[in-house]
């Protein structure tokens, strides 16, 4: 079960450091499922080295995986993380959208992101955290972040426990769905809530910017762009960012 054992903390500076720290306890290794959360974070981390504001109010939480899968199959769990946020925010009467690979978004506002990492040992995983960020009771953000909360979006005060469970069934069920069926198995609900689905956008692809449009998922979970030439790129990292369409 996804989010069982339930380690709850007041403070930390990142739950996944927790989560980390906890699977490789020898004394009591977390399981896979087992989850951290806090109510604040001090050093809460987004991807590409950012910073993620962790105030009181909103759902910190990091699940700690033991799936069995080779590390290189490790990266469409951001996805499966992505969907059971998106429909958890949706469920909760925000229309959401995710942004490849990791941004859940409302009204073009960030509302979670998800920072996904993991330990090997020579080629065997060992373990994955998928954290997540969503942003529940927070009504005032710092301009420059762009964001929003479910408090803003539906004008309702959520429990973060509330939204935490529906998190937690969400990533349980796309879990199960990906380890069944591969990516292939999330593409069409990832196709329906993505924020950049046939939209002109911009990446960078071996170290070359790329223009195209948004066309779907490859099977290993990169995002697939189509040139005006009708070629077909996959972006594996990064980010992409919308630009104006073209003449
Ligand atoms: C991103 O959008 O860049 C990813 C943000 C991930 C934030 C979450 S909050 C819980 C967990 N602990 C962290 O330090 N980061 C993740």
Same mark, same amino acid.
């Given at each position: 079960?996804?989010?069982?054992?339930?380690?709850?903390?007041?403070?930390?500076?990142?739950? #996944?450091?927790?989560?980390? &720290?906890? &699977?490789?306890?020898?004394?009591?290794?977390?399981?896979?499922?087992? /989850?951290? *959360?806090?109510?604040?974070?001090?050093?809460?981390?987004?991807?590409?080295?950012?910073?993620?504001?962790?105030? &009181?109010? #909103?759902?910190?939480?990091? *699940? $700690?995986?033991?799936?069995?899968?080779?590390? &290189?199959?490790?990266?469409?769990?951001?996805?499966?993380?992505?969907?059971?946020?998106?429909? /958890?925010?949706? %469920?909760?009467?925000?229309?959401?959208?995710?942004k490849w690979?990791? %941004?859940?978004?409302? %009204?073009?506002?960030?509302?979670?992101?998800?920072?996904?990492?993991?330990?090997?040992?020579?080629?065997?995983?060992?373990?994955? *955290? *998928?954290?997540?960020? $969503? #942003?529940?009771?927070?009504?005032?953000?710092?301009?420059?972040?762009?964001?929003?909360?479910?408090? $803003?979006?539906? !004008?309702?005060?959520?429990?973060?426990?509330?939204?935490?469970? /529906?998190? +937690?069934?969400?990533?349980?069920?796309?879990?199960?769905?990906?380890?069944? !069926? !591969?990516?292939?198995?999330?593409?069409?609900?990832?196709?329906?809530?993505?924020?950049l689905?046939?939209?002109?956008v911009r990446a960078?692809?071996?170290?070359?910017?790329?223009?195209?449009?948004a066309?779907?998922?490859?099977? %290993?979970?990169?995002l697939?762009?189509?040139?005006?030439?009708? +070629?077909?790129?996959?972006v594996?990292?990064g980010e992409v960012h919308?630009?104006?369409? !073209?003449?």
């Amino acid at each position: 079960m996804i989010g069982i054992p339930l380690r709850r903390l007041e403070r930390c500076d990142s739950t #996944n450091d927790e989560a980390a &720290a906890w &699977a490789r306890d020898p004394a009591d290794p977390a399981p896979h499922g087992a /989850a951290v *959360v806090a109510v604040a974070q001090q050093a809460g981390r987004g991807r590409q080295g950012r910073a993620w504001h962790s105030p &009181a109010g #909103n759902l910190y939480m990091s *699940v $700690l995986l033991r799936p069995p899968l080779a590390p &290189a199959k490790v990266p469409p769990l951001t996805l499966c993380a992505g969907l059971a946020v998106a429909e /958890a925010v949706n %469920d909760a009467g925000a229309p959401a959208s995710i942004k490849w690979p990791n %941004d859940v978004l409302v %009204d073009g506002k960030k509302i979670a992101g998800v920072l996904t990492e993991m330990s090997t040992r020579g080629a065997e995983l060992e373990y994955v *955290v *998928v954290g997540i960020g $969503l #942003n529940v009771g927070e009504r005032a953000f710092p301009p420059e972040l762009a964001a929003t909360s479910l408090a $803003l979006a539906t !004008g309702r005060e959520l429990e973060v426990d509330r939204v935490r469970e /529906a998190v +937690c069934a969400g990533l349980e069920m796309w879990l199960e769905r990906y380890l069944a !069926g !591969g990516v292939p198995a999330l593409a069409g609900a990832f196709s329906a809530h993505s924020a950049l689905a046939g939209r002109p956008v911009r990446a960078r692809v071996d170290g070359a910017l790329v223009e195209g449009r948004a066309v779907g998922l490859r099977d %290993d979970g990169a995002l697939l762009l189509e040139d005006a030439a009708g +070629c077909r790129h996959a972006v594996v990292a990064g980010e992409v960012h919308e630009r104006e369409e !073209g003449p």
